[in-house]
C-alpha cells in the first residue's frame, strides 16, 4: 500500500499523517504528479479557505490530475469541499467531481460560525466508510462552509442546518470533520477508506 497526502492548504497535514501512522501506514507528502499517480491510496487534507486551496492545486499542476484518478481519493475538511462544483467561500470554482456548491454555515443565535467542536453523525445507511453501529457517534468538526446534503451523502450532521459530514462520488470520498482528530471513529474510518 502506497499512500500519498495532497497538500491542499493545511495545517492539519502532521495530525493525519501520524493518525495513519498508528494504523501502520506511513504517507508521502507529495505534489508530484507521477508519485500522486502511482499511490494506491490518495487523501487530500486540508484547513483553510477555497480559493487559496484551488490555488495550491493550479499551481502546482494538480487540478486535472486529481479529477482523472481512478484509485481510491479521500478529502479531509477543506479537501472534502474542494470535490465539490463551487464554494460560496469567494465563489471559487472547485474541482467538479461531486455535484453541489458549498455554502456558508448560517449564524443563529446560541450557533457560532465556525463549527468547533463534537458533533453527532446520522448514518442513513451502511457504506464505504460507516456501518449503522456509527450512527449517532462523535466526530470533530471545524469548518464555516458545508456542503448541502444529497445522493451521495454517507453522513449528516447539523450545526443549525443539516450538511453532508461525508460525501461519496464514485472512487472518491469526502468528510468535513477531521478523522485525525475524531478519536476512535476517526480511526475506523481512516482504516475502511485504506481497506478501500
Not at 499523517?17 to 504517507?27: K, M, N
Not at 482523472?68 to 477543506?78: E, T
Not at 446520522?122 to 464505504?128: F, K, L, V, W
Not at 458545508?146 to 450532521?157: F, H, N, R, Y
Request: aromatic letters at 6%.
Amino acid at each position: 500500500m502506497s499512500v500519498v497526502l495532497v497538500d491542499a492548504g493545511g495545517t492539519n497535514i502532521g495530525s493525519v499523517r501520524f493518525a495513519l501512522q498508528r494504523l501502520g501506514v506511513d504517507p508521502v507528502l507529495s505534489s508530484d504528479a507521477s508519485t500522486i499517480r502511482a499511490a494506491s491510496h490518495v487523501i487530500m487534507t486540508g484547513v483553510g479557505a477555497a480559493a487559496p486551496g484551488m490555488r495550491r492545486l493550479r499551481e502546482n499542476g494538480l487540478v486535472d490530475l486529481v479529477r482523472s484518478l481512478q484509485q481510491p481519493v479521500l478529502g479531509i475538511c477543506l479537501g472534502m469541499q474542494l470535490l465539490f462544483e463551487r464554494s460560496e467561500e469567494s465563489d471559487t470554482q472547485c474541482l467538479g467531481i461531486v455535484p453541489g456548491q458549498v455554502r456558508r454555515l448560517k449564524t443563529r443565535a446560541g450557533l457560532r460560525v465556525p463549527h468547533m467542536g463534537w458533533n453527532t453523525l446520522a448514518i442513513p445507511r451502511d457504506n464505504a466508510l460507516f456501518s449503522a453501529d456509527d450512527d449517532a457517534s462523535h466526530a470533530y468538526f471545524v469548518h464555516g462552509y458545508a456542503a448541502p446534503v444529497a445522493d451521495g451523502t454517507l453522513a449528516q450532521s447539523s450545526h443549525g442546518d443539516t450538511f453532508s459530514a461525508a460525501v461519496q462520488r464514485g472512487n472518491f470520498f469526502g468528510v468535513q470533520f477531521h478523522p485525525e482528530r475524531s478519536s476512535a471513529l476517526g480511526a475506523r474510518v481512516l482504516q475502511r477508506f485504506l481497506a478501500l
